[in-house]
């Protein structure tokens, strides 16, 4: 089958052939149809010190797919309302837990001390087939295509942080309109926000998160958030703040910006560590709280449920969805990402 490889440690990668995966016990085999790209991809495929840390080549990488289940490993349950089938169209949860630590334990699974990321630690979904746990697979309703699918992963990150507090009547910023932010504003447009802005440095991911329903959106390489308040009226700061770009400066305007009793999600994971004004944090009494991934499994179901129930909330999460390639142009698929001045990219592997 056609892969996209690591094939050693250094810079590059390559589409080659390799063998195709078998279900061991326990496991699924699925076809894949769509695959997104992460920018956990282009830092495997610049080999950076931190793709040096986690990656023992050769691994076919990637995590973020949809596809059809094409044979089931012995114990897979088959029936009844949770059983899985072949033919199912499915997307994938990329974080394998141990299920033996105290938090999978208690419930917490997203939480794993001891997780396995698809494309990372294990053979990924950038290719003709891929292996997985039948616990990380989440049947999806026809309703759902196959671009919808593949972007479940991202979308899941932004529904996470997104839900973190309460949103109705609350006035909301998100720093940074990489594809998450931006799904991220439509999900909180999507749950009851008052005000919803959002900042970033590229006029492109701006346009494309005002139109997923961002009230004001703010240039912070021209402008400042400071700006947005006086035009939307406010007069004590946001209710409300995620944080998806992992930018210092950001974060301290963020937090210059929340009201008293302000609530902060933080989902972008930085270079290298910064400081920030931990007197201001303690004198407002904000809540910091960090996000990584999904919650295992309750992430999933509001996702879908969402998703579900409005043909709105589909248009706007698909509109993030700029590029397609076939997945034999994968170079050009992570040159686009790799620009900034895209939304989602998506690669076709049917």
Request: proline letters at 5%; aromatic letters at 6%.
């Amino acid at each position: 089958m056609r892969a996209l490889v690591k094939p050693t440690a250094g810079p590059g990668l390559e589409l080659m052939e390799v063998p195709e995966p078998q279900p061991g016990r326990g496991e699924v085999k699925i076809r894949v149809l769509r695959a997104g790209l992460c920018g956990t991809d282009l830092h495997i495929e610049s080999w950076d010190d931190w793709a040096a840390s986690m990656l023992t080549p050769p691994l076919v990488v990637g995590h973020e797919f949809y596809g059809e289940v094409v044979e089931l490993g012995e114990g897979v349950p088959t029936g009844g309302r949770y059983g899985l089938q072949v033919g199912q169209r499915v997307s994938v949860e990329g974080h394998v837990v141990c299920g033996h630590c105290r938090n999978c334990r208690a419930g917490r699974r997203h939480m794993c001390v001891n997780t396995s990321n698809l494309g990372v630690n294990r053979d990924g979904c950038f290719a003709d087939y891929v292996v997985v746990p039948f616990s990380n697979v989440w049947a999806q309703p026809d309703l759902i295509d196959p671009d919808l699918g593949a972007v479940f992963d991202p979308l899941g990150n932004a529904v996470h942080t997104a839900l973190s507090f309460p949103l109705e009547g609350e006035d909301v910023l998100i720093t940074g309109a990489g594809p998450i932010g931006i799904m991220a504003a439509a999900i909180v447009r999507h749950s009851g926000a008052r005000y919803v802005v959002v900042t970033d440095v590229s006029p492109t991911r701006l346009e494309l998160a005002r139109a997923v329903g961002a009230d004001v959106v703010v240039d912070v390489s021209t402008d400042r958030i400071a700006s947005a308040q006086e035009q939307l009226g406010m007069t004590e700061g946001f209710d409300i703040a995620l944080e998806m770009s992992g930018n210092p400066s950001a974060v301290n305007e963020l937090i210059a910006n929340c009201t008293h009793g302000g609530r902060i999600a933080m989902l972008g994971l930085p270079a290298e560590p910064y400081a920030i004004d931990w007197g201001k944090v303690i004198t407002h009494m904000l809540t910091i709280k960090g996000i990584y991934g999904r919650e295992m499994y309750e992430t999933w179901y509001k996702m879908t449920a969402m998703l579900q129930s409005s043909e709105l909330l589909r248009d706007r999460i698909r509109s993030v969805i700029t590029h397609r390639y076939p997945a034999e142009q994968w170079a050009d698929a992570f040159a686009a990402a790799r620009s900034g001045q895209v939304g989602k990219v998506i690669m076709d592997w049917s």
